[in-house]
């Protein structure tokens, strides 16, 4: 992993030397980008062959893209990410509203498979919810540290529920109820590190879980939703059908897998296999290993992202860094949480490996942010080292060495040492 870091170094990837945690985020971004790429060919090329005009390499070539402009982005980011993310704050919270009233609409918004969830035409598409993950952690980071003390009550924290409040209203009329779940998850995150009480966060829970049940109640897809994650087998041709074959899928590969790019499922079996049930692919062709090497990389980028939290500079840039991982690490798990069966199926993709442009810029500019906490944290903490010039004479007093140095103390503690055992013998003398 080193390695792999050093040479993207090398290749002119930065200009400085890299901490230890700049080069677990840079290495395991890369891994899961290049995997991510494998894995939607596989999962994509054999439906895109026979569907869309014969070309099998249609969805990687447009993650490939989005994949190429979201590492010019984490680049730009990890040079200025936590001075570039108090400065357009504001910007990114107006564009993010702006996308998700434009989405609602009518004429602007795209709609697909019932959601209205896009702006754009043709392939070059942008999700406005994508956007307003960042944006509100950015927002929230910024409420937090400019007055900590808003943390020690509800009223404080009352602006941040509101802007919260409304961004989720608006996602889920989408509908996005996954969306909604990872920002709400996300800022309860930030509230925890922000220092809100858990008796103010479990009040908080209370009412939040009263409304995503009733929000489930209210719309007839979503009950189907909670009744096939409840039993997917009493409908396994209807509303729990996805939910099944993905089970299959994965218990299909064992241990070891079938093989790379001999998944069965994939083909017509399991809808849209290239974007959030991709991890059942990836549990049919790769098998548990599969499963336990992606589970590894966010393992390293959850211990390197709250590292960079704990050794950042200041506390908006704390605050951003555990914002950014807690985005990341919540989208992973419910992703998986949703494809092994634990939690009804909601759309969310699988952080840097499924299909999803939007996403995959997004999270990848979070990155960048969050490599810069993690340099400029410990490059705060590192102490400057002696500065040895060279073709000075040792007359000169800038021309001092360490091995100077020490050798002149230890020559003033000789001489003290002389004088004092010359004073002891004149005094026993006398």
Same mark, same amino acid.
């Given at each position: 992993?080193?390695?792999?870091?050093?040479?993207?170094?090398?290749?002119?990837?930065?200009?400085?030397?890299?901490?230890?945690?700049?080069?677990?985020l840079?290495?395991a971004?890369?891994?899961?980008?290049?995997f991510?790429?494998?894995?939607?060919?596989?999962?994509?090329?054999g439906?895109?062959?026979?569907?869309h005009?014969?070309?099998s390499?249609?969805?990687l070539?447009?993650?490939l893209m989005?994949a190429?402009?979201?590492?010019?982005?984490l680049?730009?980011?990890?040079?200025?990410?936590v001075t570039?993310?108090?400065?357009?704050t504001?910007?990114?919270?107006?564009v993010a509203?702006?996308?998700?009233?434009l989405?609602?609409?009518?004429?602007f918004?795209?709609?697909?498979n019932?959601?209205?969830?896009w702006?754009?035409a043709?392939?070059?598409q942008?999700q406005?919810?994508? $956007?307003?993950?960042? /944006? #509100?952690?950015m927002y929230a980071a910024?409420?937090?540290a400019? +007055? &900590?003390r %808003?943390?020690?009550? @509800?009223?404080?924290v009352?602006?941040?529920?509101?802007?919260?409040?409304?961004?989720a209203?608006?996602?889920?009329?989408e509908p996005?109820l996954?969306?909604t779940?990872?920002?709400?998850?996300?800022?309860f995150?930030?509230?925890?590190v922000?220092?809100v009480?858990?008796?103010h966060?479990? $009040?908080?829970a209370? /009412? #939040?879980?009263?409304?995503?049940?009733?929000?489930?109640?209210? +719309? &007839?897809? %979503?009950?189907e939703? @909670?009744?096939?994650?409840?039993?997917p087998?009493?409908?396994?041709e209807?509303?729990?059908?996805?939910?099944?074959q993905?089970?299959?899928a994965?218990?299909s590969?064992?241990?070891?897998g079938?093989?790379?790019?001999e998944?069965?499922?994939k083909?017509?079996y399991?809808?849209?296999?290239?974007?959030?049930?991709i991890?059942?692919?990836?549990?049919?062709?790769?098998?548990?290993?599969?499963?336990?090497?992606?589970?590894?990389?966010?393992?390293?980028?959850?211990?390197?992202?709250l590292?960079?939290?704990?050794?950042?500079?200041?506390?908006?840039?704390?605050?951003?860094?555990?914002?950014?991982?807690?985005?990341i690490?919540?989208?992973?798990?419910?992703n998986?949480?949703?494809?092994?069966?634990?939690?009804?199926?909601?759309?969310?993709?699988?952080?840097?490996?499924?299909?999803?442009n939007?996403?995959?810029?997004?999270?990848?500019?979070?990155?960048?942010?969050?490599?810069?906490v993690?340099h400029?944290g410990?490059?705060?903490?590192?102490?400057?080292?002696?500065?040895?010039?060279?073709?000075?004479g040792?007359?000169?007093?800038?021309?001092?060495?360490?091995?100077?140095?020490?050798?002149?103390?230890?020559?003033?503690?000789?001489?003290?040492?002389?004088?004092?055992g010359?004073?002891?013998?004149r005094?026993?003398?006398?």
């Amino acid at each position: 992993m080193t390695a792999i870091a050093r040479l993207w170094q090398a290749r002119g990837g930065a200009r400085e030397e890299w901490t230890h945690e700049e080069q677990i985020l840079r290495t395991a971004t890369l891994i899961l980008l290049a995997f991510g790429a494998v894995m939607v060919y596989s999962a994509s090329s054999g439906t895109s062959l026979l569907s869309h005009d014969g070309d099998s390499s249609q969805y990687l070539k447009r993650y490939l893209m989005s994949a190429g402009i979201g590492l010019l982005a984490l680049r730009y980011f990890a040079r200025h990410g936590v001075t570039i993310a108090r400065r357009i704050t504001p910007v990114i919270m107006v564009v993010a509203f702006a996308g998700l009233l434009l989405v609602l609409a009518p004429g602007f918004g795209i709609e697909v498979n019932g959601s209205k969830r896009w702006l754009g035409a043709g392939p070059l598409q942008m999700q406005p919810s994508e $956007i307003a993950k960042l /944006a #509100l952690v950015m927002y929230a980071a910024l409420l937090l540290a400019a +007055e &900590p003390r %808003r943390a020690r009550s @509800l009223h404080g924290v009352r602006p941040l529920l509101l802007v919260a409040g409304a961004m989720a209203a608006l996602i889920l009329i989408e509908p996005d109820l996954g969306t909604t779940m990872v920002i709400m998850l996300a800022l309860f995150a930030l509230l925890i590190v922000g220092g809100v009480s858990m008796r103010h966060l479990a $009040i908080l829970a209370g /009412a #939040l879980i009263a409304l995503a049940l009733v929000a489930a109640l209210l +719309e &007839p897809y %979503r009950r189907e939703r @909670l009744t096939s994650f409840i039993d997917p087998w009493s409908d396994p041709e209807g509303s729990g059908f996805q939910s099944v074959q993905a089970m299959i899928a994965i218990g299909s590969g064992g241990f070891f897998g079938v093989g790379l790019g001999e998944s069965v499922q994939k083909l017509f079996y399991l809808p849209e296999a290239h974007t959030d049930v991709i991890l059942a692919v990836i549990g049919e062709e790769l098998g548990f290993a599969g499963i336990s090497v992606v589970l590894f990389l966010y393992g390293l980028i959850a211990y390197a992202g709250l590292r960079a939290a704990r050794t950042a500079r200041d506390h908006y840039a704390k605050l951003l860094a555990a914002g950014i991982t807690a985005v990341i690490l919540i989208q992973a798990v419910v992703n998986f949480f949703a494809v092994l069966g634990v939690l009804p199926l909601t759309g969310v993709p699988l952080p840097f490996i499924s299909y999803g442009n939007s996403n995959l810029v997004v999270l990848l500019a979070g990155m960048g942010i969050l490599i810069n906490v993690a340099h400029e944290g410990r490059a705060r903490g590192r102490k400057p080292k002696l500065r040895v010039i060279e073709g000075k004479g040792r007359s000169d007093p800038r021309a001092i060495r360490p091995t100077d140095a020490k050798s002149r103390d230890s020559g003033r503690r000789d001489r003290r040492a002389r004088r004092a055992g010359a004073g002891g013998r004149r005094r026993a003398a006398g």
